[in-house]
């Protein structure tokens, strides 16, 4: 469709300036300033001034600094990676650390949409929040709802590393898991919780925990920053 088209110069920007992205998120300059436009040209065999506009691209976002006679140099990238499959909890405590801050722990009304998602649920759930916070800068927030009575012994047990870990100090097992990724611009609360703009795209994580006898035990809505935030996947044919 000619009216989707990009020209080729914009389309060599497009792609320099992702694939520069995906290096800085990877960690890849830290400790080293981002090669000059004449060495980006060369070893992405494109021309200067493509590099240069994927350069000042980058710097529009924040995440690069420029200064002159001096050089140009990635914001240190403080994102979390996290494995996918451990992000569903099955099989024990998984081996990650959300640096999770509890924000509130309160008994209320089970909210309606909560009510679809845990059909065990009655009147009231238990309703947790956290903030993920490592290195004291927010990468996160959840909202997570808990079928009562089975989940009593959440209230007042030792959080630990992740959502998992407060589970096992209650005595509470995941046997499966369900996630819906998506993402979503930032309204003015959420955003301002996570030290972003309004507006911001955020990775949004919708996520239903299983326990035991198979029946719905917690739902959580998850909203995080997605420039401080990654997951990673690996699996293979059997």
Do not use: K
């Not at 994927?54 to 976002?61: G, R």
């Not at 990676?81 to 990650?96: E, K, Q």
């Not at 209320?108 to 759930?125: N, Y």
């Not at 930032?186 to 795209?201: H, K, M, N, Q, S």
């Amino acid at each position: 469709m000619q009216e989707l088209a990009d020209s080729r110069g914009n389309a060599d920007r497009r792609r320099l300036t992702t694939l520069l992205h995906s290096a800085i998120a990877q960690g890849h300059y830290l400790d080293t300033a981002i090669p000059t436009d004449i060495e980006l040209a060369r070893d992405y065999g494109t021309s200067r001034g493509v590099a240069r506009d994927a350069l000042n691209a980058l710097a529009d976002t924040g995440l690069l600094t420029r200064i002159r006679g001096v050089g140009t140099h990635a914001e240190e990238h403080a994102g979390a990676t996290f494995d996918l499959l451990a992000f569903h909890g099955i099989g024990g405590v998984p081996d990650m650390d959300t640096h999770p801050q509890a924000l509130s722990t309160a008994t209320v009304s089970t909210p309606a949409l909560v009510a679809t998602r845990l059909p065990q649920a009655g009147a009231q759930v238990l309703r947790i929040e956290f903030l993920s916070v490592p290195d004291g800068e927010p990468h996160g927030i959840s909202t997570s709802y808990f079928v009562l009575p089975q989940a009593a012994g959440l209230v007042g047990a030792e959080v630990g590393t992740n959502i998992y870990s407060l589970l096992a100090a209650a005595g509470l097992t995941v046997s499966s898991s369900d996630f819906l990724l998506g993402a979503f611009g930032a309204d003015e609360y959420t955003a301002r919780r996570l030290r972003v703009r309004p507006g911001d795209a955020l990775i949004s994580l919708e996520r239903t925990l299983f326990d035991e006898s198979g029946d719905a035990l917690a739902f959580t809505l998850i909203a995080l920053r997605g420039d401080r935030f990654q997951l990673v996947s690996h699996e293979r044919a059997r």
